[in-house]
Structures are given as structure tokens and as C-alpha cells.
């Protein structure tokens, strides 16, 4: 084996295989970075750990296919921080051979008869730009369980059906859910399945801009979903599909609706959060023409703050974790953000206001529509 490559690209492909190797693998073989070399120029580069696998194929200047396992963790840390100069690998006894420029690395080469077959993805069930997949995974996951020994919580809920798919996430504390359109390859097609948010999240992470996203399910007994685009790809084990009725939850008669202005009102936050400590919540005031964000860490710091704000119904006087709100807010991609509640101890629901035509404020804090992504959060309980 031996071959050219650009070392940029050599160092996306490399980033985006590593991601799945295990740090404590079950099998020492799992470490490894499966490297094949093709007689037509094209270079791939696997790993997997018997749950996630991960694939990159890019172009390089092939003079002897061939194929080895190396150290795939210590083989991204030497690529990243190889000089920008073309990359020469080549196959020397049993050492995996690493030049570029100045610098030489020799890989002890791991036993490539040994290594798993990597799982053949499902087909494509269709596709979704990618800005638009990574965009809507980023608002849900933040919101996705982090307790291994409740697996469904850990998990984004993903459904498709016809052009719509919907994904959502919950703690038992809060949602998160949103809705985008997708393009199925047959019309009708239905699926829901339930993915590990972490692998969800770090490959939607890593989605190149402008690539066109395959999401491959089949719909019936699905084990596995693919995501591939732009010459990557990688597959996951499901999750159990049982999952919360989260639809039904996010509907409901508000007594009070609040709308203000998004990014003052994160940065506002932020501000006030900074005399909190551990389960310190942050408390909103809203009234008729503000909301008075406030936040004291016993008798050694205080925090206030207020925003212009516009209410509907009953004032509002309510409290929640910074983060979770934060978490929240981050999810809403417009100028104007909508809080709906019912009184301070029931959960309340975050939502974004389309943007309005040009710059006719009004317009956005009559607008009753929204964009598609819903928070709800459990508030903390006020005490005084």
C-alpha cells in the first residue's frame, strides 16, 4: 500500500473516522483505523466498535493499493498536526509509513485479519440538506437524557412521514422537538426510530455545508439508521423505539403568552446567571411591557435585570434553571422568542416568531404562527 494525499483532506476524513473509536475498546482491535488503498484512486478510512461505524472516502494518488489497521487515535493526533504539505503513506514491513515534509512517523501496524466486518447500511429512506439536519439535531440533543441506565431518554426520537420529519429529545424535564421537510424516495414512506443522541449529534456536527444528507432506515424491524453525504458516512445501533407521547405535551390552553426579543434576552440571562450557583434558578417577571430577570446566590450576590417585553393574560412570574434555558433559547434561529405558560409551577413552552417583513416590530409580536421548534421546560418551584 502507498499513496499521496492533501493533508487537509486527509485530516477531515481521518477527524471524522476517529470519532467512533472507543477510548477503553472491549477488543484492542476496535483501536484501529481500517486504511484501504484502491487501484482507482480512492482512499477509505474506517472504524467501528460493534455499535457505531464511521467511513470517509476521499481521492489520493494510489501507486500500490493495498489495506492496514494502525492506531486510529494516534494516527488523527500526527495527521492534525502535520505541516500543510502533501501526505505520503506507505506500507514498509510492518510498520505503516507517515511523511510529510520534514516529519516521518512509523505506525506499528495491528492484525487487519482480525478486524470486524463493518455493518452495511440501510437504504436510503431520502434525503435532507445538511444545514438543515445538523440545525435541527443541534436544537433537540441538548435537551436528551444523559443516564445510561434509562436508554430511551438518551436518545433522539426521529420520525418521518411523507415529507415531514420530526425529531425530539427529553430528560423528563424538559422537550425539545422540531419539525423540518425532508424529501422520502417513495411517497408515503413512514419510520420512527430512536437514536443515541451523542452519535446523532456529533456526526450532524461534522456534516459538511452544502452536502446533501441520505438518512437510510427500512422502515420495518429497523436495527441500524446510515447517515452519509459528501463521501462520509456511518452507522448506529438503535434504540429501543419506545418513547413518550411527546406530540400531545406540547399543546395546550395558555393563560399567559410573553413575546420578546431573542438575543437581548439570552444575553440578559447569561449576565444574570453569573451570580448563580448549583440549582440556583433564574427568575422571569413578565408584565405588560417588560420582563424583570432576576437571581440571587444567597446574601453574597444579586442580579437584575430588565427588557422591553410584550404580554398577553395574566403576569407572569416564573423560574427555571439558567442552563436549561439557555439550552432552550439556543434552539429559536429568529429575532423574536414566545414563552406561553399557565402559572408558575406547570411547564411552559418556548417557541420561535417567524421573522416579520422587514423591520415592522408589531408584526412580530402580533404573529401568532411558529417556526417549527418547541422547548418545554419544568419551572423550579418559587419559594418566595
Known amino acids: 500500500m502507498e499513496f499521496r494525499v492533501d493533508r487537509q483532506t486527509l485530516a477531515e476524513a481521518v477527524a471524522w473516522t476517529a470519532r467512533t473509536l472507543p477510548s477503553r475498546p472491549a477488543l484492542p482491535v476496535l483501536a484501529g483505523m481500517l486504511i484501504e488503498a484502491s487501484a482507482d484512486g480512492g482512499l477509505t478510512l474506517?472504524?467501528?466498535?460493534?455499535?457505531?461505524s464511521a467511513k470517509a472516502r476521499i481521492d489520493a494518488d494510489v501507486s500500490a493499493p493495498g489495506r492496514a489497521l494502525v492506531p486510529g487515535r494516534l494516527l488523527a493526533e500526527i495527521v492534525r498536526n502535520l505541516p500543510a504539505q502533501p501526505v505520503e503513506v506507505a506500507l514498509k514491513g510492518v510498520e505503516v509509513v507517515v511523511r510529510c515534509g520534514s516529519?516521518?512517523?512509523?505506525l506499528q501496524m495491528m492484525t487487519v485479519e482480525d478486524y470486524p466486518t463493518l455493518p452495511e447500511p440501510p437504504d436510503a429512506a431520502g434525503t435532507i440538506p445538511g444545514d438543515v439536519f445538523a440545525a435541527a439535531v443541534a436544537q433537540v440533543t441538548p435537551a436528551a437524557g444523559r443516564d445510561d441506565t434509562l436508554p430511551m431518554l438518551t436518545g433522539v426520537r426521529l420520525d418521518v412521514d411523507g415529507d415531514v420529519m420530526r425529531l425530539a429529545c427529553t430528560d423528563r424535564y424538559r422537550?425539545?422537538?422540531v419539525e423540518v421537510p425532508w424529501s422520502p424516495a417513495e411517497p408515503g414512506f413512514t419510520a420512527g426510530v430512536v437514536v443515541p443522541a451523542r452519535t446523532l449529534a456529533d456526526a450532524a456536527r461534522s456534516i459538511r455545508p452544502g452536502v446533501e444528507v441520505a438518512i437510510g432506515l427500512n422502515g420495518v424491524a429497523d436495527t441500524l439508521i446510515g447517515v452519509s453525504g459528501g463521501g462520509r458516512s456511518m452507522?448506529?445501533?438503535?434504540?429501543?423505539?419506545?418513547?413518550?407521547?411527546?406530540?400531545?405535551?406540547?399543546?395546550g390552553t395558555w393563560?399567559?403568552?410573553?413575546?420578546?426579543?431573542?438575543?437581548?434576552?439570552?444575553?440578559?440571562?447569561?449576565r444574570v446567571a453569573l451570580?448563580?450557583?448549583?440549582?440556583?434558578?433564574?427568575?422571569?417577571?413578565?408584565t405588560d411591557d417588560q420582563v424583570q430577570i432576576r437571581a440571587a446566590s444567597g446574601d453574597s450576590a444579586r442580579a437584575n435585570e430588565s427588557l422591553?417585553?410584550?404580554?398577553?393574560?395574566?403576569?407572569?412570574?416564573?423560574?427555571?434553571?439558567?442552563q436549561y434555558l439557555l439550552d432552550g433559547l439556543a434552539g429559536v434561529h429568529s429575532r423574536y422568542t414566545r414563552l406561553e405558560c399557565t402559572g408558575p409551577t406547570k411547564a411552559a413552552l418556548l417557541t420561535g416568531i417567524p421573522d416579520p417583513e422587514g423591520e415592522d416590530e408589531d408584526a412580530a409580536l402580533d404573529d401568532t404562527g411558529d417556526t417549527g421548534f418547541r422547548y418545554l421546560a419544568m419551572p423550579v418551584r418559587l419559594t418566595a
Open 46 to 52: 474506517a472504524g467501528f466498535d460493534y455499535e457505531v
Open 103 to 106: 516529519a516521518e512517523f512509523g
Open 175 to 177: 422537550i425539545a422537538a
Open 235 to 251: 452507522t448506529t445501533r438503535l434504540l429501543d423505539d419506545q418513547f413518550i407521547n411527546y406530540q400531545s405535551r406540547l399543546t
Open 255 to 270: 393563560t399567559s403568552t410573553a413575546r420578546v426579543r431573542t438575543a437581548p434576552f439570552v444575553e440578559a440571562i447569561k
Open 275 to 286: 451570580v448563580t450557583e448549583r440549582n440556583t434558578p433564574v427568575r422571569l417577571a413578565f
Open 308 to 322: 422591553s417585553a410584550h404580554l398577553d393574560g395574566d403576569p407572569i412570574d416564573i423560574a427555571f434553571s439558567p
